[in-house]
């Protein structure tokens, strides 16, 4: 990691980033930025409007994919209700649970900055 992101929640590096693809493997997403690399194993709710959509809903898979080519506004990890909120462009945001029930294996998510194969994890 750069020492300009030692001082920032590490999250905050992903702002002002445009998504550059999506890969729907199997049991998780990944999502591709111009370097970093987010994967969900526990797949993110969708918040578009005031509207939830979750991954057994029509349309889950089109809005995801949606989201290339767009900034993110804001990424954050909220401990208090234990999720990691990415907010696009659009308005459109994601959730990822970090709540052990909701949990499809240990890692929620993992996040790697840079080609030096370390990653964050939740």
Known sequence: MSEQNLNKPILKVLETLELVGIT???????????????NTYTLPLIKNQNKIITSADFGYYDTLC??????????????????IAIKFESDIEFFVSLKSEDRNCVEAVMLQLETDGEWNVW
Do not use: C, H, M, T
């Not at 729907?24 to 987010?38: A, H, K, S, T």
């Not at 949606?66 to 999720?83: R, T, V």
């Open 66 to 83: 949606s989201l290339i080519n767009q900034k993110i506004l804001s990424a954050y990890e909220d401990e208090n209700e234990e999720k």
């Open 24 to 38: 729907f493997i199997r049991d998780y997403i990944q999502f591709l930025f111009d370097g970093p690399v987010l």
